[in-house]
């Protein structure tokens, strides 16, 4: 098995590199997992209070159960993925089934920022886009795929995303093996890292 870590700040394309990576694998080898379904719970809040939680700190996902389950894969045990609402801002009464396949993917803004979770990455990867870029990429997607108004996306970017992202995200840089520069779409990066997938499947 083939574990692999992708970090980079909030829109810097992390979603798109992973899709563009598994597009080309066959389905049944990667599973992919991502960090922001391992938000907390916060049923026990108001959607108000929920609104005030800084959802870039380490401490708002459940880092225990995301290190449990790369675990689980490793050991061929299938897993049981939390399901998580950015509307309603917590973890959704459901969960979803995902079985070991040979490529494990776990993407997300801190997953180089965790040593336990680091440490079972085979492969480490940061995309990185400028911060401008980074921030209209997510005033665009906020706004039109979250429900957020652009007040909010800035209050939140001020205070929780742009110091959060300072102090933890671009730090896990230097733990990355390969930096995948991504303010214009990079096809020979992702061309390079899937070669490297299939070299190491073979
Ligand atoms: N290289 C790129 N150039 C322009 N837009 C991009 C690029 N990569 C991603 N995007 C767009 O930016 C937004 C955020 O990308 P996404 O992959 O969701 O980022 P992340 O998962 O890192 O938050 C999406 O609307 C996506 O289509
Ligand atoms: N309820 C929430 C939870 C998280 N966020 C933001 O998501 C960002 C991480 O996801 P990416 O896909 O952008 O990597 C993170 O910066 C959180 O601020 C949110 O807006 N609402």
């Known amino acids: 098995m083939l574990v692999i870590g992708i970090a980079g700040g909030t829109g810097c394309g992390k979603t798109t590199v992973v899709k563009q990576i598994v597009d080309e694998l066959p389905k049944n080898q990667v599973v992919v997992i991502s960090q922001d379904s391992y938000y907390k719970d916060l049923s026990h809040l108001t959607k108000e209070e929920r609104g005030q939680v800084n959802f870039d700190h380490p401490n708002s996902i459940d880092f225990d159960l ?9 050991k061929g045990e299938p897993i049981e993925i939390p399901v998580y609402s950015f509307v309603e801002e917590t973890r ?3 969960t979803v089934t995902a079985e070991p396949r040979e490529v494990v993917i776990v993407e997300g803004i801190l ?12 492969i480490k990867i ?6 401008d870029e980074r921030l209209i990429r997510r005033l665009q997607r906020d706004i039109k ?4 108004d652009l007040e909010k996306v800035l209050h939140r970017y001020q205070t929780a995303v742009k110091p959060m992202h300072n102090q933890f995200i671009e730090p896990s840089k230097e ?5 995948i520069p991504n303010n214009h779409y ?3 990066a992702v061309d390079m890292v899937r070669t490297i997938i299939n070299n190491k499947l073979a």
């Open 66 to 74: 995301l290190i449990d389950h790369v675990k689980s894969l490793k």
């Open 92 to 94: 959704m009464p459901e």
């Open 111 to 122: 997953v180089l920022s965790n040593p336990a979770l680091r440490e079972l990455f085979d």
């Open 126 to 131: 940061y995309v990185h886009a400028d911060s």
């Open 145 to 148: 795929e979250r429900g957020h």
């Open 175 to 179: 733990f990355a093996d390969i930096i």
């Open 186 to 188: 990079n096809t020979v």
